[in-house]
């Protein structure tokens, strides 16, 4: 069974326990399986539903959403919803980058993981429209109004070797007197995680 991203997991302390979770290009649904392990009530999209069948049999049908749309070719399948978490790894298809911004709830993250510009020097893919260039998730972070708390921009020199481009960006609850501090050690118990009220989150 594929592992979550190392990126994903480093920073699921951010999202808890009944959280709502959208993957996008979901696939065979190892962040899926990840989140809804750790009580994480979860969406997945894909245009391949070839492992729907087994996530529902694995998760339990009412404890996953999970739907069959081409999000390339058609309109976005929840319009107006928003959610605590959205996760992407693995995909990009730059005219969704403001819908996936802005599907992120107030108190919510979007962790997003993805091939850049580089890539194409040590394998696939290597179509320059299916690379980051440089600094565009932070562009897209900002203009949709989320607030970055990791980036990494660079190459892992680990199998497959590659070129990467991932970001960890919050969109602030309203009412808060002050910044919330996220655990940068993904410490278990260390806070904030999701929709933390205001005033109630920990070093």
């Not at 709502?20 to 009530?41: Q, T």
């Not at 996530?55 to 996953?64: F, I």
């Not at 091939?115 to 972070?141: H, I, K, M, T, Y």
Request: hydrophobic residues 40%.
């Amino acid at each position: 069974m594929p592992q979550p991203s190392d990126w994903v997991r480093r920073w699921s302390h951010l999202v808890g326990a009944g959280a709502g979770v959208l993957d996008v290009a979901c696939g065979g649904g190892r962040h899926l399986r990840w989140f809804a392990a750790r009580g994480a009530r979860v969406t997945g999209v894909d245009r391949d539903d070839g492992a729907f069948a087994a996530l529902r049999a694995d998760l339990g049908a009412a404890a996953v959403e999970l739907l069959r749309a081409d999000i390339e070719a058609g309109p976005w399948p929840w319009p107006g919803r928003r959610f605590d978490a959205v996760v992407v790894t693995r995909y990009l298809w730059r005219p969704l980058l403001p819908v996936l911004a802005a599907s992120v709830d107030d108190g919510g993250v979007l962790v997003y993981e993805t091939f850049a510009a580089g890539n194409q020097s040590v394998g696939r893919p290597s179509n320059p429209d299916f690379l980051l260039r440089p600094g565009e998730l932070l562009d897209a972070a900002a203009a949709s109004g989320l607030r970055t708390v990791a980036y990494e921009d660079g190459f892992l020199d680990d199998a497959p070797p590659r070129f990467v481009q991932r970001i960890v960006a919050v969109r602030e609850a309203p009412g808060r007197d002050a910044p919330p501090r996220y655990r940068l050690d993904g410490r278990p118990g260390a806070g904030p995680t999701l929709n933390s009220p205001p005033g109630k989150d920990s070093a």
